[in-house]
């Protein structure tokens, strides 16, 4: 690599690092590049990437930022999975892992936490924010959905009792 591209490099996955609210490494050696595309598409599914580098721009361009943390975990064949969703790169990155012994997730970073390979899983477990959105607005509506049908019942016990006394009638 060009001394110029190795900072464009640099300044890319600063931007990134910067961007991001947690980053995800693991080991990807021996995935074949099918694989490897299927983890990029499930990542870009999620709202998340996966960035290749070589570990010592990474290390550089890491400086400066929140998840600088994760610095020492690249050594070896690394992959660098992040998103602005805390939850999204944790659970692509688990469910990937479960599917693929090759790919070893060996820790990460939640702004300035730094999390080891139980914290990951851990994150990866939690609802994402969609899914969180959907139960607040669900419990937001709940109440008026209620409230609704309470108002209509009477009304409708009503109908249904002149409805009985008609049935009655036209019976006799």
Request: glycine share 6%; no cysteine; hydrophobic share 50%.
């Amino acid at each position: 690599m060009e001394r110029a591209a190795k900072k464009e490099a640099v300044d890319e996955l600063n931007a990134v690092f910067k961007a991001t609210s947690v980053a995800i490494v693991a080991h990807y050696s021996g995935l074949t590049v099918a694989q490897m595309q299927k983890l990029r598409m499930q990542m870009k599914q999620a709202g998340a990437s996966v960035k290749v580098s070589k570990n010592r721009l990474a290390k550089i361009a890491l400086e400066g930022t929140d998840v600088a943390a994760i610095g020492s975990l690249l050594k070896g064949p690394t992959v660098i999975a992040t998103s602005n969703d805390p939850v999204a790169a944790p659970k692509v990155a688990i469910e990937f892992a479960r599917t693929n012994e090759k790919f070893v997730i060996l820790g990460g970073s939640m702004g300035k936490t730094v999390l080891n390979v139980d914290s990951v899983r851990a994150l990866a477990s939690l609802p994402s924010l969609d899914e969180l959105r959907a139960k607040l607005v669900g419990l937001i509506v709940a109440p008026a959905t209620k409230l609704a049908q309470l108002s209509n019942a009477p009304a409708a016990k009503l109908a249904r009792v002149i409805q009985a006394y008609a049935s009655k009638d036209e019976a006799a």
